[in-house]
């Protein structure tokens, strides 16, 4: 089981298509109050994932976007990655790095990163459909972890076998380049050094659900 190949015009396009979302969404909400909606929404997502962050781990915010889970107070020190940071610091006020002085930012795609130490927790929050290169960027998530250390990921899965099948080859929804379903998805990640922990629908939809996987990384 693998990720169909993404050419590099269409990672571009949804690259692009994500950043102009962001300045039109955020144009019509105050950065305090969506900062504050957002700092709710990520404790009941940790709740939901049936996962605590102690003090002194460490925790990676991978495809964090302008307001990820490194805006919670958590005891842990994190690291945020996202290939979009410099665009996000320049042009959008609800993002400023000096807002969380203790947060690493990575400006970086996920392919490309890769830690010198690993994380305790390591949590991708409905950006693993952005990536160009889904495998690779999986591969890239396992890594980064520590033996025993626990893997959080949320996506928008397709409920329809035939429809899955038209979004994956024509434009459907040009935001989102990988089109896959609930047990697709699980595959891809399955084969690497993980076991499944719990997997649950959060959201329901007519064409999508929103889908939370919770992983830990086998020992050895």
């Known amino acids: 089981m693998i990720g169909l190949p993404l050419s590099k015009w269409k990672w571009k396009l949804a690259q692009a298509l994500e950043w102009r979302w962001w300045q039109y969404y955020l144009a019509k909400h105050p950065k305090e109050e ?33 307001a990820g889970l490194f805006i919670l107070p958590l005891p842990a020190k994190i690291d945020a990655l996202d290939p979009l940071l410099e665009l996000y610091q320049s042009s959008l006020a609800h ?55 626990i893997l959080v990921v949320s996506v928008d899965v397709h409920k329809h076998h035939w429809l899955k099948k038209i979004f994956q080859y024509l434009p459907g929804d040009a935001l989102h380049p990988h089109q896959y379903d609930s047990r697709h998805y699980c595959g891809l990640f ?3 050094e993980l076991t499944l922990l719990r997997s649950k629908t959060l959201k329901k939809g007519l064409i999508f659900d929103y889908y939370l996987m919770v992983f830990e990384k086998k020992r050895g």
């Not at 700092?39 to 990676?60: C, D, F, I, N, P």
């Not at 949590?123 to 160009?132: G, P």
């Open 190 to 192: 399955l084969q690497q």
């Open 34 to 66: 969506y900062l504050n909606k957002k700092r709710t929404y990520w404790k009941g997502m940790l709740q939901e994932a049936g996962v605590s962050v102690e003090s002194g781990e460490r925790l990676l915010d991978a495809g964090c976007g302008p």
């Open 95 to 149: 993002f400023d790095p000096a807002d969380y002085p203790g947060v690493g930012f990575i400006a970086r795609p996920l392919e490309m990163f890769q830690s010198p130490e690993t994380y305790d927790k390591v949590c991708c929050f409905n950006a693993i459909n952005h990536v160009k290169d889904l495998d690779l960027s999986i591969k890239r998530l396992v890594d980064a972890l520590r033996s025993g250390g």
